[in-house]
C-alpha cells in the first residue's frame, strides 16, 4: 500500500486528519471551526474564551497537568526506582540499589552510601554505564602474563604515604579466581597509570599513581572475601570494607569486584578548593569495578573520580560530576537530560584526561585559570613525580700532603680530616648541583662538623673536618645524610658512611 501525499484542495473529505488539515491549512481557523462545536460545553471553554496572555498560563498549566498524568499512567519502568532514582538497567551496569539522592551541598547531583549509623555518608554521581568500547556483556578474561607490563613506577618503600590500594574482592560464594587474574589486576593497574602519565605529557609534566606496591615494582593485590551479600551493592561493599577496618586515610582502594552487576561505580567529594586540604585529597575512598569492565580505561575513570574529577564547578562540567567536552575518559552523556557532547578534541584523547586541560587534570595550569585556582587532580598527593635515585660512591677520608690528597684512615689529634664522595645515579652516571649534608662523627656518635655542600660538575663533593687537641679516640665516621636536587631522591646506602681512626 502506498501512501497517498496528502492533499491541500478543499476537495478531499478522505479521512478526519485531511479534514482537519485542509481547514488548518485553507483557512487558520481550525479551532474556530470544528472543534469548538466538539468542546463547546467542554472544560476547554474559559481557554477558548480567554484573553491571549491568560491563555498562554491556562495552556502552560494544561500541559503540566498533562505530564502529571501521563507520567502517572506509565506502566512503571521505574518499579525498581526508590526515592527518585532512574530506572535500574541492569545490562548496562546501571543499578541504583541501597543509593538515596543526596541533598548535601557536597554532593550536589548525586547520591549518599548510606554507610551506617554515627558515619558521614559517602558521595556518588551513581553507577557509570558500560562504556561502548567495552561492548560485552561477561567478564573480561584474563591477559596473557607479563611481569613487565604489570610493573608500575616503584615509589619510596611502597607502603607509606597516600596511595592506591589494589584490591581483588569476592563473594564467599563466588568461585575464587585470584590466582587466575592477579597479574592482569596489575596490568590494568599499570596501563591505567599510562593514562595519568600520559595526559601529564600533554602539559610537560610527569605523574604517575601511587599505588602499594612490592619491592618490585608490583602492585601488592588484596585478596579479600566478603559476606555473600556484601557485592550486591555498593553500599553493601562500602560497608563490609569499613567494618574490616579497610578506612586508612593515606589510602583510596580500587576495587576489582568479581561480579557483574556493575561497569564502575566510584567515590567522589564536592570540593574544589585548590588547596592540599582539599577533602578529595584523602582517602579512604572506594572505586569499584566489576568484572564485564575490568579495563585501564575503567579503572583511569573510577579512580579519577576517587582522585576529585570532574567537580561541579568545573568549565565544561555536565552537571553530572563528567564533562562534555569530549574526547576525554571523564566526558560522557551519562543522562538523557545532561548536555550534548561537544568535540573539541580529536579520538586519541578518549584514553587521555581533560581534553584542551582545563577542568580538572593540569600539570602546568595557566596563572589565575580555572585549575590554578580549583582543584587540580595533578596536584594530588595519590599521584607523584617520580625521582632518579642518587647515591653517594667512593666515599674517602685523607690529608692534603705536598697540595695533593693523599687518601687514609688513619689520623692523629690536630689533622685536618678531609672527605671526598661522587654523587651518581644507578647507572653510575655523576650528577652536578646537589646539595649534600655530611656530618662528622665521634666515637660516641655525638656531632663533630656539619657541612652542607654542593657537588661539582664532575658530581665530587669535599669537605674538612679538623681534629681538636683534645679529640676522643678511636673510631670516627663521615656520614652523608642527604642529597637533594629536584628530579632526584637521597637512595641512602652503606657508601654513605666511612669509618677512619683517629690515634695516637
Ligand atoms: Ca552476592
Ligand atoms: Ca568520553
Ligand atoms: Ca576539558
Ligand atoms: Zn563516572
Redo the contacts with the bound molecule.
Sequence with gaps: MVAEPPKETSTSRASGSSQIREKHDVKGVFLRTNLRHILASSFLQPYLRARPRVRLFLSGAFFAFALVLLFMSLPSQSANAQGGNPPDQPRRGLVYKGLVRSNRPDCQNGFDVQVGKGRKPLCTHGPDAIPAMQGIAETVPPLPTDVGAARVVCSGDGQTGRRIQVMYVR?A??PDRYAEYVNSFQQWAAAADAIYNNSAKQTGGERHVRFVHDTNCLPIVENLV?N?????SFVNTAIELMNRGYTDPDRNYLLYVD?EIYCGIANIVGDDSPLATNANNSGSRYARVDARCWSPWVVAHETMHTLGGVQMSAPHSNGGWHCYDESDVMCYKDSPTSPDMQYMCGSTNESLFDCNKDDYFNTNPARRSYLATHWNVANSAFLFIPTTPLHVSSLVTGKILAKKFTATDTFVRGDKVVYRFNVQTDAGQAVAGVQATVQVLRPDNSVSCTANLTSNTTGSVEGACTLGRNAPLGEWKIVVNNLTKAGYAFAPDANAVHVYTVGN
Design positions: 563473594a560464594d563466588r566478603l555473600p551479600e556484601g557485592d550486591d561480579s
